[in-house]
T-cell receptor
Framework: GESVGLHLPTLSVQEGDNSIINCAYS??????FIWYKQESGKGPQFIID?????DKRQGQRVTVLLNKTVKHLSLQIAATQPGDSAVYFC???????????FGRGTSLIVHP | DAGITQSPRHKVTETGTPVTLRCHQT?????MYWYRQDPGHGLRLIHY???????DKGEVSDGYSVSRSKTEDFLLTLESATSSQTSVYFC?????????FGPGTRLTVL
């Protein structure tokens, strides 16, 4: 499949551990943030989003935390599974536009 | 997958030849996007469209043109392919505030 993992930060965890993937953003005017998951050979897939008026949002096994003071976003995955192995991207959107700006991504490797 | 297909899925071409990639969607979405993805760069926007015949440039539009004559099709053209355009190309649509991506096209320019 398409290789996108080269030159990316990598996080290796054991199955069952919790994973935390971090993202720093640059635009203090960004008001909407999204996390995507990209498996090998596939396009990115939406995981969870958060608006700037929130600091935490939970989904199924995933939690996104937003710290606007330091312009930092994190994705927490509980009880990580081998199927969670993928590249994870954050994206930010500002000013009501429909044009996300993507981060470089982090490669998550889950060892059984 | 929000009914998004891309064609071709793989293409090898030579420097200087024209190449057209097609993105097709079946759900009448207004916004469509073309991105390229390269190691170390993440996803970079080439062009996007906000309706039939309405398109605008992204951050890496040089060397690319687009056309959208029908809602369902968004075409990306490399008028004269260069080796620097070797990449994986993704099309996306916007549904609500969420982008859905196609499966990608791997383009190799020799």
């Amino acid at each position: 499949g398409e290789s996108v993992g080269l030159h990316l930060p990598t996080l290796s965890v054991q199955e069952g551990d919790n994973s935390i993937i971090n993202c720093a953003y640059s635009n203090s005017a960004s008001d909407y943030f999204i996390w995507y998951k990209q498996e090998s050979g596939k396009g990115p897939q939406f995981i969870i989003d958060i608006r700037s008026n929130m600091d935490k949002r939970q989904g199924q096994r995933v939690t996104v935390l937003l710290n606007k003071t330091v312009k930092h976003l994190s994705l927490q995955i509980a009880a990580t599974q081998p199927g969670d192995s993928a590249v994870y991207f954050c994206a930010e959107i500002s000013g009501g536009s429909y044009i996300p700006t993507f981060g470089r991504g982090t490669s998550l490797i889950v060892h059984p | 997958d929000a009914g998004i297909t891309q064609s071709p899925r793989h293409k090898v071409t030579e420097t200087g030849t024209p190449v057209t990639l097609r993105c097709h969607q079946t759900e009448n979405h207004r916004y469509m996007y073309w991105y390229r993805q390269d190691p170390g760069h993440g996803l970079r926007l080439i062009h996007y469209s906000y309706g039939v015949k309405d398109t605008d440039k992204g951050e890496v539009s040089d060397g690319y043109s687009v056309s959208r004559s029908k809602t369902e099709d968004f075409l990306l053209t490399l008028e004269s392919a260069t080796s620097s355009q070797t990449s994986v190309y993704f099309c996306a649509i916007l549904e609500g505030s969420e982008q859905f991506f196609g499966p990608g096209t791997r383009l190799t320019v020799l």
